[in-house]
């Protein structure tokens, strides 16, 4: 029963997902496929490529600091106000002695204008506006380090969770060993009780062995589904298809134990770069206390009838402008600025420190998973000879059934260990390859 406890408290560390193992749909499947269609399918290298292209659709918006604005309209009206009825008939160029009748001045009938307008306003020199537009295309490099973090990231998702596929092929593996082996200790009982030789609770304590293995198969074909329905949703892919591994798990423990975190590492330069474009905003702010200066334009046509350009006339002009005092709202905003500058700044140096530190665990997790490796080969060998000996003088009645099965399971759990400890080993070198990994972008 010890056996019931271990193996389960093992297997239990398979499990990404709660669903049964009902598929039945199989496909081989090789990392570089797996990684392949997450990194193109995946929803969140689709989100980050979606922040991409709003970063560099916000940057496209910035061209307007170069190129003209241009508005036509059409505009009625209708008046008995003098003023403003004398002015219709001027821009109408429509103006007559007798409209001087002061009378007809002061007391002007209902007077209408129909104006066709075009204006254009050109910026000439907006220096606030050049360092924003810098700022806008620092963040589009911002958002496509970003992505290429998250295909890493994701990538190191996908060989966790391949690795998990294997482990639980594995699992399957020394059950089913381990049930073929209790079988024909069941066999060799149940003879021997008929024969009247041995107890019956002998034959009892095999069939409960037996059960329990079969229940624990069980559940490890099931942690084969559930690491297949993991992998199909890192790729993108339809659950409810049961994944082969067709690469197997290597054993190599050499590394580079002289591995350290690149600087320019993708999320590093993210944040690298989000430090300078804060740098040129604040930049940006403090041009805008300096003068502007910009161009405009009109050109207009006037009737007193719908549908008609009778007059017409134009408008050019610069307009040098200045604000010398805005209420110290700049200079607070350049304050806010600094500050989430220096923000960023401290992000960047604590992410560096807290990679430094995974960096040391990664590798201090390899050196434990090499040495634990060894260590269960030599104890796979001397648990599988200890059986061998057993079942020699459990043939010869010397040993009684409990011991057999003990030695049946202590087999088990040593090439669960190995397993667990190459999967370890895997497992953190891929984590020292995405936390070493550098970019040449």
């Known amino acids: ?25 199989t496909s081989p499947l090789s990392l570089a496929d797996a990684i392949s269609k997450a990194t193109q399918n995946n929803r969140a290298v689709n989100l980050s490529k979606l922040d991409e292209q709003i970063a560099s659709s916000n940057y496209k918006q910035t061209e307007a600091i170069y190129l003209p604005q241009v508005g036509l309209s059409y505009t009625a009206m209708s008046t008995n106000n003098p003023l403003n009825a004398f002015g219709f008939k001027l821009q109408q160029k429509s103006i007559s002695q007798a409209d001087f009748n002061p009378d007809l001045l002061n007391h002007p009938n209902g007077t209408p204008d129909f104006t066709t307008k075009i204006e254009v306003q050109q910026p000439l020199i907006n220096m606030d506006m050049l360092y924003m537009r810098k700022g806008a295309a620092m963040q589009t490099e911002v958002y496509q380090y970003k992505t290429k973090r998250t295909k890493e990231y994701l990538t190191f998702q996908v060989q966790k969770a391949y690795l998990q596929l294997q482990l639980a092929y594995n699992a399957v593996k020394v059950l089913e060993d381990a049930l073929q082996t209790t079988k024909a200790v069941y066999t060799f009982t149940n003879n021997h009780y008929k024969q009247g030789l041995i107890q019956k609770s002998d034959v009892l304590n095999v ?22 329905d993991y992998l199909s949703l890192l790729m993108g892919q339809q659950t409810g298809i049961i994944y082969t591994a067709t690469d197997n798990t290597t054993m190599d423990t050499d590394t580079d134990s002289t591995a350290t975190i690149a600087s320019n590492r993708s999320d590093f330069m993210a944040m690298q770069k989000a430090i300078e474009a804060s740098d ?17 334009g009109s050109y207009q046509l006037n009737d007193s009838r719908m549908l008609g350009f009778g007059a017409n006339a134009y408008l050019v002009g610069a307009q040098l402008s200045w604000d010398i005092f805005k209420g110290n709202i700049t200079k607070n905003s350049i304050a806010t600025q600094t500050l989430e500058r220096n923000r960023l700044a401290e992000e960047l140096t604590q992410q560096k420190e807290q990679s430094n530190l995974e960096l040391s665990k990664a590798k201090r997790d390899i050196s434990d998973a090499t040495t634990e490796i060894a260590t269960q080969k030599i104890a796979i060998a001397q648990a599988e000879e200890s059986l061998r000996i057993l079942q020699n003088r459990y043939e010869q009645g010397l040993v009684n059934t409990t011991d057999v099965l003990m030695a049946t399971t202590q087999v088990s759990q040593q090439k669960f260990a190995m397993a667990q400890a190459v999967f370890n080993l895997n497992v953190a070198k891929s984590y020292l390859q995405f936390l070493t990994t550098s970019t040449n972008k």
């Open 1 to 25: 029963m010890g056996y019931t406890k271990q193996l389960v408290g093992l297997l239990g560390m398979l499990a990404c997902l709660s669903q049964p193992f009902a598929q039945t749909n």
């Open 280 to 296: 040129i905003m604040i930049k940006s702010s403090k041009m805008s206390e300096l003068p502007k200066l910009n161009a405009f």
């Open 207 to 228: 069939q409960v062995q037996i059960n329990t293995v079969e229940s624990n198969l069980a559940k490890a074909k099931s942690n084969i589904g559930n690491a297949s």
